[in-house]
């Protein structure tokens, strides 16, 4: 298990995503988008508006709860099966996501 060297500051609440098919976990805050963190860890996730509307970054959320507010890129059904849509959504707690 590797050691985490982050610092994490006072203010900000540390949550944890795990890329569960590019095997790896990465140690974030409940401030960042999946989507950044997934772009600054060197996972690929299509992305378009970056602000909820067209849809292009929907993944599937494996579990965890995810804070998102889009814009209408996703429907109901789709949240319902468990979609996100990365660049709105930002991890509380562990979040793991099939990508
Ligand atoms: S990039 Fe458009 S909804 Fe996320």
Do not use: R, W
């Not at 999946?34 to 602000?51: D, E, Q, R, W």
């Amino acid at each position: 298990m590797p050691i985490s060297d982050d610092v994490i500051l006072d203010d900000l609440k540390s949550a944890k995503l795990v890329f569960a098919a590019s095997d790896k976990t990465v140690d974030c805050t409940e401030t960042d988008t999946v989507l950044n963190v997934a772009k600054s860890n060197g996972i690929v996730i299509p992305s378009g508006c970056t602000f909820g509307v067209c849809g292009t970054c929907k993944v599937k959320k494996k579990s965890g709860q995810v804070h998102m507010i889009h814009n209408g890129g996703i429907s109901d059904e789709d949240i319902e099966d468990g979609y996100i849509l990365a660049c709105c959504s930002n991890p509380v707690g562990t979040v793991e996501v099939d990508i």
